[in-house]
């Protein structure tokens, strides 16, 4: 157990519409990352903050967002849904190490 | 652009095998080169990294055989057990700024062993 939990579990839902995803990080980390894992393109970097501040960003979709809140824990909204954004979607959070922590992950499943 | 390319795509070694999963960076920014294990239904796990100043590091039955000069590492899993069955990714993050766990990934090897 990494100690970083990410709720639901498992997500289906209809194209076009809105899902969010929640991530807690382990106690005490102040970063928090979040992960798009599919079958074709592996495991991509979305986006990266740091104690409620963006910090960087990868190949995230417009219709993509995130946001960390005061408390630490971290949410991915995922807007006008198509079929190819079904995937795992993974949070990491760590310290001020190179070392991440993954969640257990949320599938999305868009149909 | 795929900054990280890893091979073979599976792997299937017999019990006692030695396993061997090869990757390649571009950027030479890159400064640090962590190993991640990953079994069905769970998120990727830190298993072994690295870092260009040394050319090898083991810890138990995990190595990794790093060429700064070829731009290449590799995982070496000795004694390889029926448990050590997952995904294993390769993996590279580029040195400077704040970003740190802006890490690049390789495809996967899925790795089978058989008793």
């Known amino acids: 157990d990494s100690g970083v939990t990410q709720t639901p579990k498992h997500l289906i839902t209809a194209t076009g519409q809105r899902v969010t995803l929640r991530c807690s990080p382990r106690s005490g980390d102040l970063s928090v990352y979040w992960y798009q894992q599919s079958l074709d393109q592996g495991l991509q970097f979305l986006i990266q903050?740091?104690?409620?501040?963006?910090?960087a960003k990868g190949n995230i979709l417009e219709r993509f967002s995130a946001q960390q809140f005061p408390d630490l824990h971290s949410e991915l909204n995922l807007s006008s849904l198509e079929l190819g954004d079904s995937a795992l979607y993974f949070c990491?959070?760590?310290?001020?190490?190179?070392?991440?922590?993954f969640g257990p992950g949320t599938r999305l499943t868009v149909l | 652009q795929q900054q990280v390319k890893q091979s073979p795509q599976s792997l299937i070694v017999q019990k006692g095998g030695i396993s061997i999963i090869n990757c390649a960076y571009e950027n030479t920014a890159f400064d640090y080169f962590p190993w991640y294990q990953q079994f069905p239904g769970k998120g990727p796990a830190l298993l072994i990294a690295i870092r260009p100043d040394v050319s090898e590091k083991k810890e138990g039955r995990f190595t990794i055989s790093f060429n700064k000069s070829a731009k290449q590492f590799s995982l070496h899993i000795m004694d390889s057990q029926p448990g050590d069955s997952a995904t294993y990714f390769c993996?590279?993050?580029?040195?400077?700024?704040?970003?740190?766990?802006?890490?690049?990934f390789g495809q996967g090897t899925i790795l089978t062993v058989h008793p």
């Open positions: 903050y740091y104690n409620g501040e963006e910090r």
């Open positions: 990491a959070s760590s310290d001020l190490g190179p070392r991440l922590y």
């Open positions: 993996a590279a993050r580029r040195a400077g700024g704040t970003s740190y766990g802006k890490l690049t």
